[in-house]
């Protein structure tokens, strides 16, 4: 069965510090795998794609990791802003339609305090 | 900012009447998704498009009905809301990516 793990299921922070977030898929055959943010009261925006082939990718205070190997992803967030407090969440694009199939995973909801 | 729009943003509407919640596009993308969220929940695909006249039902069974008529208008259906129905819904399009662009949503209260 296809599935998205997310961990953990919310987390608490001080503004400045660093957090990462764990995502574990067993969506087969694997297309890509997005993080998507997604603020309280709004729909997703995506922050970051991964494709099998790539490992690491940054996008500002943000970088994702991929390991295709084990279908772990993780998405570290650097020194950590107020306005990072959202939910994140990882997607999963199977090739196993012509329309590639997004997998959704639970999320994690990141609170940042000042 | 991606360009899909959802209205309303917020109804609250008696048990038993008929609703629409609107969706429409300019990307000219052909696949369109509902979800529907519930409050601190995962996304759960309730209906999804590849095109004009093309419609299919998502893994979680919805009273919803949708259409497609034109490339750029997706909306969705309940003709008789309940109380059951109270959830945030909303809208998606993709194009040749993997990319799903949402709308803002629509959060729906049904007393």
């Known amino acids: 069965k296809n599935q998205v793990e997310q961990s953990p299921q919310s987390l608490i922070i001080l503004e400045g510090k660093n957090c990462t977030l764990q995502c574990n898929y067993t969506v087969s055959p694997f297309s890509n795998l997005r993080w998507y943010k997604q603020d309280t009261g709004r729909g997703p925006v995506s922050l970051t794609i991964m494709t099998f082939s790539e490992n690491t990718k940054s996008n500002g205070r943000y970088t994702a990791t991929l390991d295709a190997d084990t279908k772990q992803s993780s998405l570290h967030i650097t020194a950590s802003q107020l306005s990072d407090s959202a939910s994140y969440i990882c997607v999963v694009s199977d090739r196993g339609s012509t329309l590639g199939r997004l997998y959704f995973g639970r999320g994690t909801q990141l609170t940042v305090w000042p | 900012e991606a360009d899909i729009y959802q209205t309303p943003r917020y109804l609250v509407i008696g048990t038993g009447k008929k609703i629409t919640l609107e969706c429409s596009q300019t990307m000219g993308h052909d696949k369109m998704y509902w979800y529907q969220q519930d409050p601190g929940m995962e996304l759960h695909l309730i209906h999804y498009?590849?095109?004009?006249?093309?419609?299919e039902k998502g893994d979680l069974s919805s009273e919803s009905t949708v259409s497609r008529i034109r490339t750029e208008h997706f909306p969705l259906t309940l003709e008789s809301a309940r109380p059951s129905h109270t959830s945030q819904y909303l809208c998606?399009?993709?194009?040749?990516?993997?990319?799903?662009?949402f709308g803002q949503g629509t959060r729906l209260t049904v007393v």
């Open positions: 998606a399009s993709s194009g040749s990516g993997d990319e799903a662009f």
């Open positions: 498009s590849y095109g004009v006249n093309s419609t």
